[in-house]
């Protein structure tokens, strides 16, 4: 099946300071990516939508400005979280799907693990 | 909007059946997936329904009435591997929505 990686797979940063993470898609071009955050015991909840070489579309409630996405390839999604801060600690997933057809399955990456001290 | 709504947590036993619900409300419904999530790691993908009935796969089946806005996992011979947390994902115009997920813990 499609593979998709992510880096870092854990990260440990100070308040105020900024963090890209890297979402790839290695055997497969990605017409959309997908951006979720997973606080514990809780379910993944979409933070944005990326299209390759458009603007990300954000769910309501998310700060594009302060949660920078760009899509700059088929194969490459980066989610850059400024200015982060303790309640920003989270486990951040991409996921990639091929297509455009909403039922086409989505490929998960193994997250993002996210720290703010 | 979307409403997805699943127990938060089930017990079961090695090698029982269990049944996991999900109930949802949304608009634009172009389907419903179920994950599977261990801890700490990415969801990976166990099915997807599009129309009405029963889609067997292996050990697990899913079952879609749309006009009752209502999904179930069902697991058979459950393995203690197969503790996770279950997902019920509902797709609509052009994105994934995830529900609250089910905590499996299967006991020997």
């Known amino acids: 099946g499609a593979v998709v990686s992510q880096h870092p797979s854990w990260v440990i940063c ?3 300071t900024s963090v890209k993470i890297e979402c790839r898609s290695l055997d497969f071009q990605a017409t959309t990516m997908f951006w979720y955050r997973q606080f514990p015991k809780q379910s993944l ?6 299209n390759e070489g458009s603007k990300a579309t954000y769910e309501q ?3 594009k400005d302060k949660f920078l996405i760009n899509h700059a390839s088929l194969t490459l999604s ?7 801060h303790p309640e920003d600690s989270s486990f951040y997933i991409c996921s990639a799907r091929v ?12 997250g993002t693990r996210l720290t703010v001290l | 909007g979307q409403n997805i709504d699943q127990p938060t947590e089930m017990t079961a036993t090695e090698g029982a059946i269990v049944q996991i619900n999900c109930t949802y409300q949304t608009s634009g419904f172009n389907g419903l997936f179920w994950y599977q999530q261990h801890a700490g790691e990415a969801p990976t993908f166990l099915s997807y329904n599009v129309l009405d009935g029963l889609e067997e796969k292996g050990r697990f089946s899913s079952f879609l009435s749309r006009s009752k806005g209502y999904s179930y996992l069902l697991l058979k011979e459950l393995q203690m591997k197969d503790s996770a947390s279950y997902l019920c994902a509902v797709t609509g115009f052009q994105k994934l929505v995830f529900g609250t997920g089910t905590r499996l813990l299967v006991s020997p």
């Open chain 1, 14 to 16: 100070k308040s105020g």
């Open chain 1, 45 to 50: 909840m979409l933070m944005a939508t990326s």
């Open chain 1, 61 to 63: 409630g998310v700060e």
């Open chain 1, 78 to 84: 980066t989610l850059t979280v400024t200015s982060a």
């Open chain 1, 99 to 110: 297509g455009q057809g909403v039922g086409n399955e989505q490929f998960f990456g193994p």
